[in-house]
């Protein structure tokens, strides 16, 4: 009979085999506990944290074409510039806080992989009230360009995680409708932004242009959402990515006691734990299957930008180049302003029964028809229901791209893999706007839709011959 010491030993490249199998089982079967819970106060009080912190990202990004008029009118800024790059216009504004996204994605995309979404998320939300808080009180276009560079930064970064973050804590069951109820939320920023407008920026309130309130108010309410983020745990799935496998079945097992309790009955079994990527890098997102992903998303960024942001930060200024008042035109805009939520809302009941990426192709050329149509019309009901649509239109292709990109990387690169593709949306928004403030000077209004409706003919190429299907799957077998 053989002696232990004499059978034969498992040599040490098997050892780490069988620990690398072992910790990507426990790893797989966190993502399956996760993916099993019934959707309960419990989540959905965790969409609602994570979706008030996207209200503020938004009210911040979108009050950029609802305060246009305002600071033109403070002589701070001009409608147009002689040149093309000139950065004391309207689309100098636009191109810094896009400049400082760009960054903040495409730089700074990493930090949430690395420290965790719940530190990132926090951090990063402080970051932009400051720089926001800052710019208010700026009065010649150099520092409030460059304190809007700043604040973007802050801006890009947590727009990254707070999709990150959510993607993660959903069940796949209702991954869709989790993002549809976030932007629901996150949209209603742009009826307020524009109400508060209408109010503040025709007008000086105790000595302070109105424009600076409208600033000041969207980041002092933030400030709010930094103190409730204390409820939020932190990413049991990113935990478990660490090799933190223990502090990641801590924070499930508390949910997990919680959702039992307001579902009433024992939880449903986990369903088969998907096989999870181990180790991933930067690198990883050039070879299959992300490297196709990852062109696709490039280019979807770039021209989706030009007709998202074409819209929703000109159209007060295009309507006055139509003729409107500056009043009239903040009054159209506010109306328009109150379907953002409206898009996402009506999503909430398509999130989770039709493929994303066919949502995102009916809806771009929706946009397309509906915007050249906006640049002939001038009757007020025309120019409303035209602008509604539009607003409906690009905020479902928004939901559903926020939950779209998130699907397709795998847990150990998401956040930076998002944030490189995602970047290239603020970098197209940078040129564009200069391009879309030239093509108003040179073609007019009806010029600045024809080069949107183009955009998002390539959008529709991009989504439609090269996006995976990934209805109703577990991220895991998305991205392995």
């Given at each position: 009979?053989?002696?232990?010491e004499s ?9 780490a ?12 079967a ?6 099993r ?19 503020f990202?938004?009210y911040?990004?979108?009050?950029t074409?609802y305060?246009?008029?305002?600071l ?5 800024l ?6 093309l790059?000139?950065t ?8 810094a806080?896009f400049?400082?996204?760009?960054l ?8 949430a ?9 926090t ?12 710019m208010?009180f ?5 520092g ?5 560079f700043?604040?973007g930064?802050?801006?890009g970064?947590?727009?990254v995680?707070?999709g ?10 209702l991954?869709?409708?989790a ?8 949209f209603?920023?742009?009826p307020?932004?524009?109400?508060l ?20 108010l ?5 400030l ?5 983020r ?7 799935r990113?935990?478990a990515?660490?090799g933190r496998?223990?502090e ?7 949910l997990?006691a ?15 734990a ?13 070879k299959?299957?992300y490297?196709?992903r990852t062109?696709m998303l ?6 989706q930008?030009?007709g ?19 009043t009239?035109?903040l009054?159209?805009t506010?109306v328009?302003?109150?379907a953002?939520?409206?898009?996402p809302?009506l ?13 995102i ?17 001038r009757?007020?009901g ?8 539009l ?5 479902i292709?928004?939901f ?6 998130q699907?397709l990387?795998?847990?150990a690169?998401?956040?930076?893999a ?7 949306s ?5 040129f ?6 030239f093509?108003l000077?040179?073609?007019?209004v009806a010029?600045v839709?024809v080069?949107i409706a ?10 439609g ?6 209805l109703?799957k577990s ?6």
């Amino acid at each position: 009979m053989a002696s232990l010491e004499s059978a034969p030993q498992p040599r040490a490249n098997d050892r780490a085999s069988t620990a690398q199998t072992i910790a990507g089982a426990d790893k797989g079967a966190i993502s399956a506990r996760l993916d099993r819970l019934p959707a309960t106060g419990a989540i959905w009080k965790l969409v609602l944290l994570l979706s008030l912190g996207f209200f503020f990202e938004l009210y911040d990004l979108l009050y950029t074409g609802y305060v246009a008029p305002g600071l033109v009118r403070s002589g701070i800024l001009t409608p147009t510039t002689p040149g093309l790059f000139g950065t004391s216009g309207i689309a100098g504004f636009i191109a810094a806080l896009f400049s400082g996204l760009f960054l903040g994605t495409i730089a700074c995309g990493f930090l949430a992989d690395r420290f965790g979404r719940r530190a990132i998320f926090t951090w990063s939300m402080l970051w932009y009230v400051v720089a926001n808080t800052i710019m208010a009180f700026q009065d010649t276009s150099s520092g409030l360009n460059f304190w809007r560079f700043v604040s973007g930064m802050g801006i890009g970064v947590e727009l990254v995680t707070i999709g990150t973050y959510l993607s993660e804590l959903a069940p796949k069951h209702l991954r869709g409708r989790a993002f549809a109820v976030c932007q629901t939320i996150g949209f209603t920023a742009v009826p307020v932004a524009a109400y508060l407008s209408y109010l503040f920026v025709p007008r000086s309130v105790y000595g302070l242009d109105g424009w600076r309130w409208v600033v000041l108010l969207g980041g002092v309410s933030a400030l709010f959402v930094w103190y409730f983020r204390r409820n939020l745990p932190e990413s049991p799935r990113w935990l478990a990515g660490q090799g933190r496998v223990d502090e990641a079945d801590a924070v499930l097992a508390r949910l997990e006691a919680l959702v039992e309790r307001q579902y009433g009955r024992a939880l449903p079994a986990p369903g088969p734990a998907d096989p999870v990527t181990q180790k991933s890098g930067f690198a990883d997102m050039w070879k299959p299957p992300y490297r196709k992903r990852t062109i696709m998303l490039v280019l979807f960024h770039i021209f989706q930008t030009i007709g998202f942001f074409g819209f929703a930060n000109w159209v007060p200024t295009l309507l006055v180049k139509q003729g409107v008042t500056v009043t009239s035109s903040l009054l159209y805009t506010t109306v328009i302003g109150l379907a953002a939520p409206l898009g996402p809302l009506l999503g909430y009941f398509i999130a989770d029964r039709f493929e994303r990426k066919h949502v995102i192709v009916f809806m771009a050329a929706v946009n397309i028809v509906a915007g050249l149509m906006f640049s002939q019309v001038r009757a007020a009901g025309a120019i409303v229901a035209l602008g509604v649509l539009l607003t409906l239109a690009g905020n479902i292709i928004s939901f559903t791209y926020h939950t779209y990109q998130q699907e397709l990387y795998p847990t150990a690169i998401r956040a930076r893999a998002v944030g490189f593709v995602y970047s290239w949306s603020r970098l197209s928004a940078v040129f564009s706007s200069f391009v879309i403030a030239f093509t108003l000077r040179e073609f007019g209004v009806a010029g600045v839709f024809v080069f949107i409706a183009g955009a998002m003919s390539l959008v529709i190429v991009a989504i439609g011959f090269m996006g995976p299907r990934t209805l109703g799957k577990s991220l895991e077998s998305i991205s392995h």
